[in-house]
């Protein structure tokens, strides 16, 4: 296998397409998989034809019986692979142009309901950790933050006295997100908490504080959100996206906008922020089918 080639291509998407971390690991990998497959054809990368991408579909559907969604995934990682071989100028003719990977089925994210989002609420924390960690229920909600946003978060990020958050995205990309004046309040009493148990030491300068003062990991937020969620009897598994998804859809329920969505949870495109509309028609159809005479 050209390592060359891979190495290229990982610094093409750190430094020119400047894509997030976890993207960027998941191109490599399933470039490196299918590099590795045309070393075991004995086919040169560079100078392969489209029957040859044809034959690489039929393993991935058959051979290693990949979900549709896994192989969309992996052949969009090919054609990004091969686009970076274009603008490189190491070949002319783009092997993927004829590719059409199988359709994957539109799956619609997961929300919690208003009333499961009030009872976790006004879960009665007492503990800097549950203190902790219902602030970031809460910030989640309330401006549908990443949780890879929400753990760089620093201080001088959040503006509590005007009411917004300044959130860096993928690809570095900052976007200033409101806030509501309730978790206003929340975020200043858990700042007061966090004074208290840190007692004037050194510690980073992130809003959301590890035991030892340092920036908390994203396995410490999963494991947090999980715990609370069992403790408050909320029958979904809590994790940070389930709050983004959650922030989109109410909002979108009580009359927002696509546009205005799309620019506060930070998508580059609206055809991501469009999924969001199909939690809105669910909704209105299990109205209708128990409302309707004819339902």
């Not at 090919?78 to 070949?91: D, N, P, S």
């Not at 208290?196 to 300068?205: D, H, L, P, T, Y």
């Not at 340092?214 to 969620?229: E, F, P, Y």
Request: hydrophobic letters at 35%; charged letters at 25%; glycine letters at 4%.
């Amino acid at each position: 296998m050209d390592s060359y080639l891979l190495d290229d291509f990982k610094s093409h998407l750190t430094f020119e397409r400047q894509l997030s971390e976890n993207t960027i690991t998941s191109y490599t990998s399933d470039v490196e998989s299918f590099l590795e497959y045309c070393e075991a054809a004995e086919q040169d990368p560079v100078h392969i034809r489209p029957e040859f991408l044809e034959q690489y579909q039929v393993q991935l559907r058959h051979r290693e019986n990949l979900a549709p969604a896994s192989i969309f995934r992996k052949l969009e990682a090919v054609k990004c692979f091969y686009k970076f071989l274009q603008i490189e100028g190491r070949l002319t003719d783009d092997p993927t142009r004829f590719i059409k990977a199988a359709k994957h089925t539109l799956k619609i994210p997961q929300q919690l309901t208003r009333a499961e989002m009030e009872k976790l609420l006004s879960y009665p924390a007492k503990t800097f950790e549950e203190i902790r960690t219902l602030t970031m229920i809460d910030l989640l909600y309330a401006a549908g933050l990443r949780v890879s946003e929400l753990i760089n978060l620093r201080l001088e990020n959040v503006n509590l006295k005007e009411g917004w958050v300044l959130a860096f995205g993928k690809g570095k990309k900052q976007r200033f997100v409101p806030l509501h004046h309730e978790v206003c309040n929340r975020i200043q009493d858990y700042l007061l908490e966090r004074e208290i148990r840190f007692n004037g030491r050194e510690v980073a300068s992130e809003l959301f504080l590890n035991k030892n003062g340092r920036k908390l990991s994203r396995v410490s937020v999963w494991k947090d959100l999980a715990a609370l969620g069992r403790k408050a009897n909320i029958a979904t598994p809590l994790h940070p996206h389930l709050f983004r998804h959650t922030f989109a859809s109410h909002l979108l329920q009580g009359g927002a906008d696509l546009r205005s969505l799309q620019e506060m949870l930070g998508h580059a495109d609206l055809s991501t922020t469009q999924i969001y509309t199909h939690l809105d028609v669910k909704a209105l159809q299990e109205k209708h089918k128990k409302y309707h005479p004819h339902g």
